[in-house]
């Protein structure tokens, strides 16, 4: 069993910038490819950004590269996504998600799940 908790989420006005981090404890951190999905109001569950255990591979949905920055320290036990140049349609609740084999994070049925943070961006 792993649990996650994120943290990080608020309002923010477009073009700004959040940082969500998501703390997990259980099992080896390193073991665990990690990633970051989300929910907008009315759709279903988007992923967002994932990072391989020991950070050798990151994959991002299209939307989000070149704004969103994924990245893990093992240390810390922390997964963080730094989000760059918000846009309204950014407004989601962001969820923090792990499982074992990098590979299958996107497909997220073998997911470990947190409980979820709000952004919202305003325009």
């Known amino acids: 069993q792993v649990e996650l908790v994120e943290s990080g989420g608020g309002l923010v006005q477009a073009g700004g910038s959040l940082r969500l981090s998501c703390t997990a404890s259980g099992r080896t951190f390193s073991n665990y490819a990690m990633g970051w999905f989300r929910r907008a109001p009315g759709k279903e569950r988007q992923f967002v950004a994932g990072v391989s255990g020991r950070s050798l591979a990151k994959d991002y949905a299209d939307s989000v590269k070149g704004r969103f920055t994924i990245s893990r320290d093992n240390a810390k036990n922390t997964v963080y996504l730094q989000m760059n140049s918000l846009k309204p349609e950014d407004t989601a609740v962001y969820f923090c998600?792990?499982?074992?084999?990098?590979?299958?994070?996107?497909?997220?049925?073998?997911?470990?799940w947190g409980q979820g943070t709000q952004v919202t961006v305003s325009s």
């Open positions: 998600t792990a499982t074992t084999t990098f590979g299958q994070l996107r497909e997220g049925s073998q997911n470990y």
